[in-house]
């Protein structure tokens, strides 16, 4: 399966690329993973510029939406491997609403990763531990060495 992961904001801190570059070496096992920092006003004018392609799924991250736990994440990224899906796009730091976001491509509801506000770089780094405890829950691995 391959990711996407689109940050809205020019560039990354070193930390922040360091440390999603660590979770990106541990996850290239498992799939093909790239993001990219894409600044944009909205969710809307950033999918505007995206290829559509009916293999690929759109997941926009938001506060405050539906959390999931890290076994639900897993289920649901196996589902969507099942399904036929090959690309999942992640959206971070984009407004998002579903009432003016009308794409061609699948857009489920926006996945939270904590209850908590946090930063936009913060949120990506969350995301990429996450992706990767989901794909060794899905292997059955343990997640710790």
Not at 36 to 46: E, H, N, R, S
Not at 75 to 104: E, K, P
């Amino acid at each position: 399966m391959n990711h996407i992961i689109y940050f809205n904001c020019k560039k990354l801190s070193a930390d922040i690329s360091d440390a999603i570059a660590e979770y990106a070496k541990r996850l290239s096992s498992y799939c093909k993973i790239n993001w990219y920092c894409k600044p944009a006003k909205d969710f809307q004018t950033l999918s505007s510029t995206l290829t559509v392609s009916a293999h690929t799924l759109w997941i926009p991250i938001q506060t405050g939406a539906s959390v999931r736990t890290s076994e639900e994440l897993a289920a649901q990224l196996n589902q969507i491997g099942i399904q036929g899906i090959s690309t999942v796009c992640f959206f971070i730091g984009y407004d998002y609403d579903s009432r003016i976001c009308d794409t061609d491509t699948q857009t489920p509801s926006p996945l939270s990763l904590s209850s908590m506000d946090i930063s936009l770089e913060l949120t990506g780094v969350v995301l990429f531990e996450q992706l990767y405890r989901s794909y060794r829950i899905i292997h059955q691995q343990p997640y710790h060495k």
